[in-house]
């Protein structure tokens, strides 16, 4: 399976700031996602990182506070923006293998928001 | 109803036992199944995968699959204190316009005692 990484592997920060989450895969994957796991939660899909268009996202995420970004087929970048304290979880991008479903993840990212 | 069931547990095998994890989806047309297992404040590893009725051996993992019950389970045999993690299940579910969404489970936490 590709290699996914993420950078940074974690970071605390200030309410009101944003970070932006790169993903990086070293092989050309069509489907790229971007998860988020709260603390004692499972995964929720927060969108579909389309490359070459804008992001497709689930139920309760939007744009502004979660615009993302997917240059090319193996790079992809997440931001969160205005955080708040309730923006603390850990992010994950995955990837696909269409030949067979199966889906993979990045080591994440540990968000902090003081 | 949520769209995949675990029990959250924990659920405490001895070592050497059999350890059975099951899973129960609403979704009568989802054709793939996978486990992840997740180690405490690591991602998501996926461990097996099933489309078939029946059972699927990899190692000490079988995933057994029975579509008419909407049930999946995983089967651990001689379980280590190395196999203690949270194990997820996810369903591959498919949404109009040919999209496809990983819809996970809440999580088994697994806990091997010598």
């Known amino acids: 399976s590709a290699v996914i990484s993420q950078k940074p592997s974690r970071d605390i920060c200030q309410r009101g700031t944003s970070l932006t989450i790169q993903c990086q895969v070293d092989?050309?994957?069509?489907?790229m996602f971007w998860y988020r796991q709260q603390p004692g939660q499972s995964l929720t899909l927060i969108a579909t990182?389309?490359?070459?268009?804008?992001?497709?996202?689930e139920s309760g995420f939007v744009i502004d506070k979660f615009p993302i970004s997917r240059p090319n087929l193996t790079f992809s970048t997440l931001t969160v923006s205005n955080m708040s304290p309730e923006d603390s979880s850990i992010y994950l991008c995955?990837?696909?293998?269409?030949?067979?479903?199966?889906?993979?993840f990045g080591p994440g990212t540990r968000l902090t928001v003081l | 109803q949520k769209e995949v069931e675990q029990n959250s547990g924990p659920l405490s095998v001895p070592e050497g036992a059999i350890a059975s994890l099951n899973c129960t989806y609403s979704?009568?047309?989802?054709?793939?199944f996978f486990w992840y297992r997740q180690y405490s404040g690591k991602s998501p590893e996926l461990i097996m995968f099933?489309?078939?009725?029946g059972d699927k051996e990899d190692g000490r993992f079988t995933a057994q699959l029975n579509k008419a019950s909407q049930y999946v389970s995983l089967l651990i045999r001689d379980s280590q204190p190395s196999d203690s993690a949270t194990y997820l299940c996810?369903?591959?579910?498919?949404?109009?316009?040919?999209?496809?969404?990983?819809?996970f489970g809440a999580g088994t936490r697994l806990a091997v005692h010598p």
């Open positions: 995955s990837l696909r293998q269409t030949s067979t479903d199966t889906q993979y």
């Open positions: 092989s050309q994957v069509t489907m």
């Open positions: 990182a389309n490359q070459g268009s804008e992001a497709t996202y």
């Open positions: 979704d009568r047309g989802s054709q793939s």
């Open positions: 099933i489309y078939s009725n």
């Open positions: 996810a369903v591959l579910r498919g949404f109009s316009g040919g999209y496809n969404k990983l819809i």
